[in-house]
């Protein structure tokens, strides 16, 4: 019904710049918050930023002023731009969507903290 499709991730020096792409589809009526989380192996899923449909910003401590979230209403896709990476930011990142309504046949559905598959992001010294 929704896919959350991320792209973007890949390979890069320390200090080098990385820009994801995050775009939901599907029969979507409504999005409200998007937002980009981290995991690395044997750590508990992080929260790195977060929008709001109104275009309230929320970020880590650790990447404020690093990285900058968007978001594109018309085309129901988030953008995760980051500068300054460092090895530390390595991990894998996912797309969140905390609740998105959307059509099946004519059935409006919501449902609550969907993801993306992920994608990989890692940052060599």
């Known amino acids: 019904q929704v896919q959350l499709v991320e792209s973007g991730g890949g390979l890069v020096q320390a200090g080098g710049s990385l820009r994801l792409s995050c775009a939901a589809s599907g029969r979507i009526f409504s999005i409200d918050t998007m937002g980009w989380y981290r995991q690395v192996p044997g750590k508990q899923r992080e929260l790195v930023a977060a929008i709001t449909s109104g275009g309230s910003t929320n970020y880590a401590d650790s990447v404020k002023g690093r990285f900058t979230i968007s978001r594109d209403n018309a085309k129901n896709t988030v953008f995760l731009q980051m500068s300054s990476l460092k090895p530390e930011d390595s991990a894998v990142y996912y797309c969140?969507?905390?609740?998105?309504?959307?059509?099946?046949?004519?059935?409006?559905?919501?449902?609550?903290?969907?993801w993306g598959q992920g994608t990989q992001v890692t940052v060599s010294s």
């Open positions: 969140n969507v905390d609740k998105i309504g959307y059509y099946i046949l004519t059935w409006l559905n919501y449902e609550h903290d969907y």
